[in-house]
């Protein structure tokens, strides 16, 4: 499976991006999706999670109650929408996915596939 992740780009700390990761060729409707993150300098980290069935999300301590994961099945994506951004947002962001309905995963070994990342810049 080939994920293509965007939506990326340079916003104001406050302001709000969404990004979107849809694979090639495949429905996803039957994969769990996570998204992580690798600030300049650091790891890659976990950000947010959501099952298959789209019924179980899970969210870094970071994020939480400022980004949502959430699933349109009808346009094959998974989007991961981001408000009240800050500038330690700043990273390169990637989508993952593997196969399963239920259940979520926030270890990048736990995720067979990936997109290429894209870039999300956030000014103070």
């Known amino acids: 499976v080939q994920l293509q992740a965007c939506g990326g780009g340079l916003v104001q700390a406050g302001g709000s991006l969404r990004l979107s990761c849809a694979p090639s060729?495949?429905?996803?409707?039957?994969?769990?999706v996570g998204w992580f993150r690798q600030a300049p300098g650091k790891e890659r980290e976990f950000v947010a999670a959501?099952?298959?069935?789209?019924?179980?999300?899970r969210y870094a301590d970071s994020v939480k109650g400022r980004f949502t994961i959430s699933r349109d099945n009808a346009k094959n994506t998974v989007y991961l929408q981001m408000n009240s951004l800050k500038p330690d947002d700043t990273a390169v962001y990637y989508c993952?996915?593997?196969?399963?309905?239920?259940?979520?995963?926030?270890?990048?070994?736990?995720?067979?596939?990936w997109g290429q990342g894209t870039l999300v810049t956030v000014s103070s």
């Open positions: 993952a996915a593997d196969e399963g309905i239920y259940g979520v995963r926030v270890r990048q070994s736990q995720y067979a596939y």
């Open positions: 060729g495949r429905p996803f409707s039957n994969y769990v």
């Open positions: 959501l099952s298959g069935s789209g019924g179980t999300t």
